[in-house]
Structures are given as C-alpha cells and as structure tokens.
C-alpha cells in the first residue's frame, strides 16, 4: 500500500516580502524584493509615480527568489509612491502593500526645493524612538522647514550643498560601518563649508565620545570629534568616563543638572538645566587641531569652547564629574559646530530642548521667521516607550500632556493584575519622566525582566 501526496491546484497568488525604503539623495532607485509560490512566476512588475501618471518596470534580474528593479531618473523633492505587482503562471496576481495601488509604499528624493535644514536620525540605534518624535516636536514648534534622513539606512552616503544646517543625533555611539560612514559624511559636509558659505551642525548623542577612545586616528568617528569638533573624551582614569552625572560604575538613570557656560552660542550663561540621563560623556576642548591631523583640515589654529558644565548629581548633590565639561562649540570660519554629549530627550524640559535647537539654529544663521519668540503649542498626550529596556536597575518612562490635569501612571503585570502605581497626582502640561526601581506597591523587588509599552500613543 502506499499513499501519494500532491499539492493540487495551486490557486494561491504569489507571496512577496520587501524592506521599505526611507528618503534617499539618490534620485535612480533600485528595489530589491523576495517573491515565492508554488508555481512558476509569470511575470513580475514594479509600478511608482511621482507626477500623475504610474510608471511600470519590469525586473532588472532575478537571484533565486529575489527580484531587482530600477527606476529612471527621478527628479529631487520628488514625493514617490510605490508598490509591486506578480502574476503566477496560473494566473493569480498579488500585490505588495496588499491594498495597492489604492495602499502604497512611499519616499522622498532629497533634497527638497529650498529646503536648508536636514534633521538626520538614528534609524536602527534609536528603533524604539526615544528620540526621533523629541527632535520632531522641537523643530515643528519652531515652525522651520526641514527633510528629514535615516543615516543608518543606506551604505553611502554624501549630504548635498544645498543643506546649510544638519541637524544630527546618535543614540549610542556603537561602533560599526554605519558610524564611520555618518563620521565621514559629517566631515566631507564640513570641508565644504567657505567663509562666504559655511556649513554648521548640531550633533548629540551620549556615547560617541567614549566609542571613539583607544581608536587609531585613522578611525572616522575620531577623526569627527578631535579635528572636527576639536574635542576629547577623559578618560575614567584622569577623573572621567561614560557618564559624567553618575560615575563610571552606576548604568541607570539619575536626575541631576547642567549650567551653560559664558559664551555658549546655545542656552544663556548661567542658566541651569534639569537632566535625567545614564551615560553622558565627559569631554573637554580642544585649544587647536592636533598636530598629526593639521594637514588635513581648514584652519587647524582655530580651538573649540566649553559650553555647558556638570552640576547637580548623585554625589551627595554633585555630578560625579562636578563642572566637568559635557558640550562643546567652534566657530572654525568655514564652518560652525556644536557637540552634546547628552542625547535631546535626556533634557526634562521640551521648551528647553526647543530652545536649545531655536539657538542652535540661530547661530547657523537660519532664518526663524519673523517673530523673535518660537511659538511652543501645549504638548500632544504621548507616551513613549521606556528605556533602558531591559533596565538595570532602573527605567525611565517618558510621556507629555496636553493640558493640566491628573495623571494615574500604573504597571501591571502579565496577567492583568495591578502592581505598582507610580504616579497618581496632578501634573501640568508638558514632558514628563517618571523613574521605576522595578519594586511592586510593598517595595518588594519584582523579577522584570522587559517592560512591555503599548505602540506609542499619541493624541
């Protein structure tokens, strides 16, 4: 006896799976999408307009299950939409989105007519978007215009002439391909700043300082910071480290504060500035280009300045490195620089951090608009995911609030039962962050392993 098995009548359409592309300064775009079924391919097209009309391509090659497709010139500031279309040899057609071409894919060709500001973001580092909506928000309530780039998306990469300002974050300083690549775009950008025409660039992130150290001078992301910014990283060992609030020894977020110091170009003199934050770097400035990098670079005589200092802290009140240096600025002719070693978000404020990019792009010499005061509309209700996460032993939960009102903040656990609440109290409107320690309502220590947030909500 035997028992034969068969597939039957394949009535299945083909089944397609695609990474969506972000905003890209190439304006030839190649696709590249993975299409199986049971049957042989018939035939399969990509359809994209960016005018009226839809313009098909039929695929370049085809490796195994994977497709290529290419685009004709696209023109820069284009809004381009997109999907893909397979027929089987059967008949049966599928498309990708499932809804097209009612549903698309869509993304933009930079830059965008007139356009000088570019926000570039952390796509892959910062993926629970801790502080993409941040830099949004600031740069909506300044009511400036702006494109917007995932640095991490693409192998390569130049920022075009056109931008005069780059607004830039890393979410960590990670070493990689796509941190030298950022690095050395930077720097190219920079070089081709003139007296006439400068280039400028606000850049944060609470990590890279340290990722670069005991790197050769060779590296990109040292080369950025030492000749670029003209700033350095103190080590643990002459009194600094990974994290200026707290010491190098404690990972979780403190509270503390920051002072702007003389001169700043960003914040006023004197002001001091509320913090929640885990590792912000110890940095200082750099009087002059060193010498093993003077050959290449504009002006190597030029040095940078202090900008904001460490102050309040854990340290019975202090900042473990107490008016230690955290922020940096140059004004090297051809080009202006401003280094954070804060990431945005760890700013409590939201006007703050709106002043702080208000100023920022001030000195770039951007034009604002004609009122002299931005105007900040009452924040969205937003919540946003914790982080650390997993955290050690501590995280923060971040969320902003349309109006005053009360809030109840509470965690529960996997079942459904109420374990803590962390606030229940009247809150003013604005940002908000509220720290758990991981223990229940009885102070007892729970085992947490991730805090589970519902997809960001805003409203």
Known sequence: MAILFYPGVDMQPPVMTYEEKGNTFETTIEFEVDIVDMSAIDSATLFYRYADEWISASYDSVDGATYHFTTQEIPQGSNVEYYFESTDENGYTGTLPSGAPDDTFSFKTLPTQDVEILFAYSGTQDW?????????????????????????????????????????????????????????????????????????????SDGFAYSQSGTPNSDPRKLLLTAYFRTSYIGTAIGGGTNGLAGPDYIGYVDGSIVCLDESPIGTAGDEVNVNANSPDCIFEKDACPDWYADQVQNPGIGSHNAYMFEDGPINGQAYLYHGVCATWIDNLIYKAFYFSFDLSQVTSEETQTDMLEDALFWFGEDMGESEEAFIPPANLYLMQNAPNPFNPDTVIQFSLPHDGRVELTVYNVRGRKVKILCNETMTAGSHRITWNGTDDNDKTMRVRCLSLPDPVSG
């Open 128 to 204: 629970q978007r801790t502080e993409y909506p941040v830099y949004i928000q600031a740069l909506e309530n300044l009511n400036v215009e702006y494109d917007i780039y995932d640095w991490q998306e693409y192998d390569s990469y130049r920022f075009p002439d056109q931008y005069t300002s780059i607004i830039a974050y890393a979410s960590s300083g990670s070493p990689g391909e796509d941190s030298d690549t950022l690095s050395t775009a930077l720097v190219e950008y920079l070089d081709s700043g003139t007296t006439i025409e400068p280039k400028n660039v606000f850049f944060a």
